[in-house]
């Protein structure tokens, strides 16, 4: 049946000169031969069918400017379809394809190049001509290294590399200058390349998962940089040069083995978010005191001991998480933050609650499990907005927790 319909829709699309075609979800196994006849055609799409091979026909649709191909069974791809200069959108993304034919590096016109989500375990020299393309996705699929080649694509804004097998970052990626996007997460990169401190309009660099020892210095030459995520690696050291990216909002160094915060971290005055978490930070520098504009700071599972009273002067902050460490006091300070809507202090060596929390007006959720907190302080009955409070693993009786706490309308005691 959908075999039929597909030919009806073809042979509907040759007669009437038709400039728009569309086979998709039709269960198709494989496409009809005379395909190739719809040579008026400029949009075509074969999506979430279960096709698993292309028939070289296609190649003859000159007016073609739209192929879209995504989430079949392709396993190869025809040479012929090199021949569709006109072509600027091609999707092949959530296939089954292992190589790409060097002749779609004729694709001059390319705007739009999908190939995630498939089994391609590298990337064709030939795609170093396609110098119109504003952005390439080859993520989740096998790829092992990256061609020099890309480095002569101008007119890349982004770049989507991640979840392959990719060793190595080559030099030239640095001559990317209109870059603002780069994504390399979850491959098994072990080094950075200075060349990527050239990437002067990048924004946003994600390097997260990988097998990375060392931040180079040249980083610090990225001024326009607003994300930077470097979390699950292995990481011992942050430069000082970090603390010189004046537009960075976001700094993501979870899960790696860091042990000292640079006083220069200080300097980034438009930091948002901050997650340090899963490393193995002893102290927290008093420089952190200046990052007025952070919402969310994350320092948990580290070896912490104390929260300096800097920590109090960060009034944006929404989100404070020092979850899992060896702090023995929570310092009264922590009460000016008025936006705090998560306090997470589980898993530490905490034996009292100051009265200043009950200050925290907008807090939702307290985390004060497995510490050693013997009672709960009334002043925690003025946390009207209180919704979740962890207190399970302190040696702490029902007779410890104030009445006026219990009665509070939104509040979950957990004990």
């Known amino acids: 049946m959908t075999l039929e319909e597909a030919a009806r829709r073809i042979e509907r699309a040759t007669n009437k000169k038709l400039r728009q075609l569309n086979l998709s979800g039709l269960d198709l196994k494989e496409l ?8 008026h055609l400029t949009q075509l799409d074969i999506r979430s069918n279960e096709i698993t091979s292309i028939p070289e026909a296609l190649g003859q ?16 791809i025809p040479g012929a379809l090199g021949q569709l200069s006109n072509l600027t959108w091609l999707d092949f993304s959530r296939n089954q394809i292992t190589s790409i034919p060097e002749a779609l590096g004729e694709l001059s016109n390319l705007t739009r190049l999908d190939f995630s989500r ?11 001509q396609l110098s119109n393309l504003p952005g390439l996705d080859f993520s989740k699929n096998q790829i092992t290294s990256m061609p020099e080649a890309l480095g002569q694509l101008s007119n890349l804004t982004w770049l989507d590399l991640s979840s392959n097998e990719i060793t190595s970052i080559p030099e030239a990626l640095g001559q990317l200058s209109n870059l603002t996007k780069l994504n390399l997460s979850n491959n098994q990169i072990t080094f950075i390349p200075e060349a990527l401190g050239q990437l002067s309009n990048l924004t946003k660099l994600n390097l997260s998962d990988n097998q990375i020892t060392f931040i180079p210095e040249a980083l610090g030459q990225l001024s326009n ?16 040069a970090l603390g010189h990216l004046p537009k960075l909002r976001l700094l993501n160094l979870d899960e790696n083995q860091i042990t000292f915060i640079p006083e220069a971290l200080g300097q980034l005055a438009n930091l948002t978010e901050l997650d340090l978490s899963k490393n193995q930070i002893i102290s927290i520098p008093e420089t952190l005191g200046k990052l007025l504009n952070l919402e969310t700071l994350w320092l948990s599972d580290n070896q ?23 702090i023995t006091l929570i310092p009264e300070a922590l009460g000016q933050l008025s936006e705090l809507d998560e306090l997470d202090l589980r898993n530490n060596q905490i034996t009292f609650i100051p009265e200043t929390l009950g200050q925290l007006f907008n807090l939702t959720y307290l985390g004060l499990e497995c510490n050693q ?10 946390l009207s907005n209180l919704r979740e409070l962890r207190i399970t693993g302190n040696p702490i009786t029902s007779i410890s927790i ?4 219990r009665q509070l309308p939104k509040l979950t005691i957990y004990k």
Do not use: H, M, W
């Not at 009809?32 to 040579?39: L, M, S």
């Not at 649709?61 to 190869?76: E, F, P």
């Not at 498939?118 to 170093?128: C, K, M, R, Y």
């Not at 940089?225 to 050291?237: P, V, W």
């Open 61 to 76: 649709l000159s007016n073609l400017t739209q192929l879209s191909l995504s989430r079949n069974q392709i396993t190869s």
């Open 32 to 39: 009809p031969p005379e395909i190739g006849k719809c040579t």
């Open 373 to 382: 907190i013997t009672f709960i302080p009334e002043a925690l009955a003025q």
């Open 304 to 326: 912490i001991t104390s929260i300096p009273e800097v920590i109090g002067q960060l009034f944006n902050l929404g989100r404070l998480n020092f979850s899992k460490n060896y």
């Open 118 to 128: 498939n089994q391609i375990t590298s990337i064709p020299e030939a795609f170093g």
């Open 225 to 240: 940089l607003a994300e930077l995520d470097f979390s699950k690696n292995q990481i011992t050291f942050i430069p000082e």
């Open 402 to 405: 104030p009445e006026a706490v």
